[in-house]
């Protein structure tokens, strides 16, 4: 074998090897929720001086003792839905807000409209635990207490900021001549915004809608702070109160809602992957 082959594949295994760990390290968080929530109790909680216990493997046999307790002791399947529920009316929400106003501040306001967008982009910055209370207050002069519409009213002041900069960002990297085009075909600036723009950012539009769904799916200040039924609580909430109780953790169940809940993520991530960054990389450059 000649020095630049072995050279070549030098490289090349190398490379390997950083793939392998990489998928190593983003692969073992699920299967490590894999094996606990299906490990038995005696399995899980084996103190650390049997050194023939191994934490990573089954050591006894697998059980569907803890996804029973997830799906039968909880509420966890009307949880679900509720989510669902919340994320599909936030995701319409904000698509519908975030894209005319990104196209606005992009196209039509001017030198104002970079600075204004910052502004913007600014208020998604603030911590929601200083806003929790004010937000209180007009749930409760809405009638909106312990009800999923709380929230619904509430999380668009967290996504609509930040996707309209990122919206803007996007369009900035489109050629204005494109719409220009349209508008000179005998497209009317409104059909522009509707029919044309949109198709020009799909991987923008993606990006948000995926913001969106994660943040909506992890928060957990609000839902607290606006939700006390327990069949209308989402499944950031309901899995934490019900699977923690004082200073028992039932973490064969609780690893169980986790893995149910991360692999949808999961599977919408590696599906959009590439117009995900495409949407983020391409919105930080230019907005």
Known sequence: MTRA????????????????????????????????????????????SDLSHVPWIFNDPPTLEHVKLLFGQTDFPHWVLNTLFVVAAVVIITVAVAVPA???????????????????????????????????????????QNSLASLVLIYPTMTIPFCTWLVMGFLRSVPWEIEEQAMIDGYSRLAVIVKVAPRLIVPGILTVIVFTFTLVMQEFVYALTFISSVDKMTVSLGVPIALVRGDVYHWGALMAAALFTSIPLAIVYNVFIDRFIQGFTMGAVKG
């Open 5 to 48: 082959a072995l050279r070549r594949l030098t490289r090349r295994a190398a490379l390997y090897a950083a793939a392998l760990g990489f998928i190593g390290f983003a692969g073992f968080p699920f299967y490590w929720m894999l094996v606990t929530a299906f490990k038995q109790n005696r399995d899980l909680y084996v103190g650390a």
């Open 102 to 144: 990104g196209y606005s501040l992009a196209r039509l306001a001017g030198r104002w409209g970079e600075r204004l967008g910052m502004g913007i982009f600014f208020t998604y910055l603030i911590p929601p635990t200083l806003l929790f209370v004010p937000f209180a207050r007009l749930v409760s002069l809405l009638g909106l």
